[in-house]
C-alpha cells in the first residue's frame, strides 16, 4: 500500500481538564494531499485538537491513529517521526542563527550531515520563493517571515501531515492571500495532508477542501465551503443563538 494513501484520525477524542472537558467526542480526519480546516469560536478547542494529534496533550478518552497504527500514545518527538509535524503561533526559532542554520539544524537533528541539510533547506526557500532569507539573521525577522520559515522548518521533516496553528495571524490581506497560496501547495505538490487552525474564516474557507467547526469542544458541523457558509449552526456559534428572533 501506498504510504501517502494513510489517513490521521481521530476518533471520539476527549480532553478533560480536571472537571472541564475541553473537547468532547471529537472525530475527524486528515487526508493525505488535502487541506483541512478547524474553526469555531475562542475557547472552542481548536489548539487542544492539535495538540492531541501532535503528541503535546494526551487525550482523555478516544483514539488518534495513522492507518491502523495508534499514535495517541506517542510523544510529539516520535509523532514527528511518524510523520506529523506542526509550527506554533509563536515562531520558537533559534535567535542566534540565520534562517538557513535554523532549518539546518532540524535536518541534522533527524540525522543528516550537516551539508546535505543545508542543501535541503535552501531547496526548500527556493521552492517556497524566499531564497532571500538564507542568510537573514532569525533575530528581528519580520512576523510574516517568521511564519514563512516556521513553515519551512516543520517541512524540513519531510511529513505526511502538517498542521498550523494561526499560521496567518498578524498578516495583512495580502501576505494571507500569499499563504493560501503556499498552503495549497504544500497540499497539491507535496502530497501532504494539512489541517489548518485559523481565526481568519475567510482564508479557511478559500483555501480548505474539508472544513471542521468546533464550538465548546464539539465538532457542530463539517463540510465543503458551501456546507459551512450555509450552516445555521456556525453562524450561532459565531455570533450566538440569541442574536437572531
Ligand atoms: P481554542 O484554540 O479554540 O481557542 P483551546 O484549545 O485553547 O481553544 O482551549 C479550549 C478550552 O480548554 C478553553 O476553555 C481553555 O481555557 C481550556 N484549556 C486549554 N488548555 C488547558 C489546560 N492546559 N488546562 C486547563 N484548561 C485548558
Same mark, same amino acid.
Given at each position: 500500500t501506498d504510504i501517502r494513501q494513510v489517513s490521521l484520525?481521530?476518533?471520539?477524542?476527549t480532553v478533560a481538564f480536571g472537571g472541564f472537558r475541553a473537547l468532547t467526542d471529537v472525530t475527524l480526519s486528515i487526508t493525505p494531499g488535502a487541506v483541512h480546516g478547524l474553526i469555531g469560536p475562542n475557547g472552542a478547542g481548536k489548539t487542544t485538537m492539535v495538540n492531541v494529534l501532535t503528541g503535546f496533550q494526551a487525550p482523555t478518552g478516544g483514539q488518534v491513529t495513522l492507518g491502523r497504527r495508534d499514535v495517541g500514545v506517542l510523544s510529539a518527538h516520535d509523532l514527528r517521526r511518524a510523520g506529523i509535524a506542526r509550527t506554533f503561533q509563536a515562531g520558537r526559532l533559534f535567535t542566534g542563527f540565520d534562517v538557513l542554520d535554523n532549518l539546518a539544524v532540524t535536518g541534522v537533528g533527524l540525522g543528516h550531515s550537516r551539508h546535505a541539510s543545508e542543501v535541503e533547506a535552501m531547496r526548500l526557500l527556493d521552492w517556497m520563493g524566499v531564497p532571500h532569507l %538564507?542568510?537573514? @539573521?532569525? %533575530?528581528?525577522? @519580520?512576523?510574516?517571515?517568521?511564519?514563512?520559515?516556521?513553515?519551512?522548518r516543520a517541512l524540513m521533516f519531510a511529513p505526511q501531515f502538517l498542521l498550523l496553528d494561526e499560521p496567518a495571524a498578524g498578516m495583512s490581506e495580502t501576505e494571507?492571500?500569499?499563504?493560501? %497560496?503556499?498552503?495549497?501547495r504544500v497540499a497539491s505538490d507535496l502530497g501532504t495532508g494539512v489541517l489548518l487552525i485559523e481565526h481568519n474564516v475567510g482564508l479557511v474557507l478559500s483555501v480548505s477542501d474539508h472544513v471542521y467547526v468546533l464550538d465548546a469542544g464539539q465538532i457542530i458541523e463539517e463540510g465543503d465551503r458551501g456546507v459551512i457558509t450555509a450552516s445555521r449552526a456556525v453562524r450561532d456559534a459565531y455570533f450566538g443563538a440569541d442574536q437572531e428572533a
Open positions: 484520525d481521530a476518533s471520539g477524542v %538564507a542568510e537573514v @539573521p532569525a %533575530a528581528g525577522l @519580520p512576523y510574516t517571515d517568521e511564519r514563512r520559515v516556521g513553515i519551512a494571507a492571500a500569499d499563504l493560501a %497560496a503556499l498552503i495549497n
